[in-house]
């Protein structure tokens, strides 16, 4: 399809299994953005890429969580020892460039028991 | 500390009626906002977008307004109908100073009501 692919769409893990989060973004989109939300709140900034580097993971909430892009195109968010708080919705968005509009997936609703 | 603000959690408008969204920003250097619509179990769309260079900007049904000293923007729907019942979000970037990413407000719930 022609827009941004996220799997799986839902997740339910074990607390203290790893996961990873798969994100396909639309084809040529240059800049690719993770965000999570959380039950009743808003987005939360994770990380962004611009190409295969990450200038900005500030965001990203403990050293369990990292990401990663390869080719300039698929990204995958890795957690370790998931968490029960780790438990929201995992979006990702991309665009064509760091300032352009964001078009953003489904999401994946990871759920930790 | 929450850049961007949304301070209604939630609006309720009558069909036909004026929606108005506000959203606040403490961080002088954003130069960039855009507005999504979010509905359940999907993910935000699109909807408009303003530069700082500008006070406003419109698009069908939708206009946003830009208030630089105030640090204060609101998005105008007119007139609402029922399939604009979603949540809002403003997001703001500081894309001149080199910050790319995007921060989001919490959201408002829109219902328009038939």
């Known amino acids: 399809g022609a827009g941004v692919s996220q799997s799986p769409s839902n997740k339910v893990t074990e607390k203290g299994k790893d996961v990873e989060l798969r994100c396909d973004p639309i084809?040529?989109?240059?800049?690719l953005y993770w965000y999570r939300q959380s039950l009743g709140q808003g987005l939360e900034f994770l990380i962004y890429?611009?190409?295969?580097?990450?200038?900005?993971k500030s965001g990203l909430p403990s050293d369990r969580f990292s990401a990663e892009r390869t080719g300039g195109s698929v990204s995958t968010l890795t957690i370790q020892r998931t968490q029960q708080e780790d438990s929201a919705v995992y979006l990702c968005?991309?665009?064509?460039?760091?300032?352009?509009?964001?078009?953003f997936g489904s999401g994946t609703q990871l759920s930790v028991l | 500390d929450q850049q961007v603000k949304q301070n209604s959690p939630s609006l309720s408008v009558q069909e036909g009626r004026i929606s108005i969204l506000n959203c606040d920003y403490t961080?002088?250097?954003?130069?960039?906002f855009l507005w999504y619509k979010k509905y359940p179990a999907e993910g935000p769309t699109f909807l408009i977008s303003?530069?700082?260079?500008?006070d406003k900007n419109e698009d069908g049904r939708f206009t946003v307004f830009l208030n630089k000293s105030a640090k204060h923007l609101s998005l105008h729907i007119v007139p609402s109908q029922p399939g604009d019942s979603a949540v809002y979000f403003c997001?703001?970037?500081?894309?001149?100073?080199?910050?790319?990413?995007?921060?989001f407000g919490t959201g408002t719930r829109l219902k328009v009501l038939a």
């Open positions: 968005a991309s665009s064509f460039g760091v300032s352009e509009k964001l078009f």
């Open positions: 303003i530069s700082s260079i500008k």
């Open positions: 997001a703001a970037s500081a894309a001149t100073s080199g910050t790319y990413k995007y921060i």
């Open positions: 961080n002088s250097m954003f130069d960039y």
């Open positions: 890429f611009q190409g295969n580097s990450a200038p900005d």
């Open positions: 084809s040529g989109h240059t800049a």
